[in-house]
């Protein structure tokens, strides 16, 4: 496979499940992104993670919980979601270098999109 | 606050005319500018970006303006085809900033 691949595609959960979001980048990328699109809202970013580091997490609500075991994996946990976190959720990557190398186009997964009934 | 504004949400074009994507920006920090585009039930993909020393990037059909006193860029796609359907996000960043920050879209429509 290439790109950015999330699973699954449609996740549909009650307010007291606990699930979790996968994604996989293959383009060897160093920097991995959760964003999260909701209706006629701008694409939000939720996390950000360098080097398998957080670098940024944007107020996020403790109810999702990321993590990054390596350069090519990022999850995203949820639990005691609230019908209003139900959105598109985006993976991305990119090459995040320093210097003149600095700005790198985002890769983007397809996305997962939640249901929280 | 938005520091990046898509104010039209929508577009409709004949095809084989021009379609011109506006975009506005609060931070003068951004020096980094990327449009994306999308189609439904897919991620966005990258279609063009522009550093802040240039004011102008061309790539194929796509070309993207800069102006930075007025805080404004537009993606301008001629000819457009009934394949560029599609919504329209204008990204922008800087170098102490660790990711994109989108707009709102814009959804494009271009009728054959």
């Known amino acids: 496979e290439t790109g950015v691949t999330q699973t699954p595609r449609h996740l549909v959960m009650g307010m007291t499940n606990k699930k979790s979001l996968k994604c996989e980048q293959h383009?060897?990328?160093?920097?991995m992104y959760w964003y999260k699109q909701s209706a006629k809202k701008p694409l939000e970013l939720m996390f950000v993670y360098s080097l398998e580091e957080r670098v940024e997490n944007n107020s996020v609500p403790s109810r999702f919980s990321p993590e990054c075991p390596n350069s090519s994996h990022l999850f995203l946990h949820l639990h005691t979601l609230q019908p209003e976190d139900s959105a598109l959720y985006l993976c991305?990557?990119?090459?995040?270098?320093?210097?003149?190398?600095?700005?790198?186009?985002?890769?983007f997964g397809n996305g997962t999109r939640l249901t929280v009934t | 606050d938005q520091q990046v504004k898509q104010n039209s949400p929508s577009l409709s074009v004949q095809e084989g005319r021009i379609s011109i994507l506006n975009c506005d920006y609060t931070n003068s920090m951004f020096d980094y500018f990327l449009w994306y585009k999308k189609y439904p039930a897919e991620g966005p993909t990258f279609l063009i970006s522009?550093?802040?020393?240039?004011d102008k990037n061309e790539d194929g059909r796509f070309t993207v303006f800069l102006n930075k006193s007025a805080k404004h860029l537009s993606l301008h796609i001629v000819p457009s085809q009934p394949g560029d359907s599609a919504v329209y996000f204008c990204?922008?960043?800087?170098?102490?900033?660790?990711?994109?920050?989108f707009g709102k879209g814009t959804t494009l429509s271009v009728s054959s």
């Open positions: 991305a990557s990119s090459q995040a270098g320093v210097g003149e190398e600095w700005n790198s186009p985002l890769h």
């Open positions: 383009l060897g990328h160093n920097a």
């Open positions: 990204a922008a960043m800087h170098e102490a900033g660790t990711a994109l920050i």
């Open positions: 522009i550093s802040s020393i240039k």
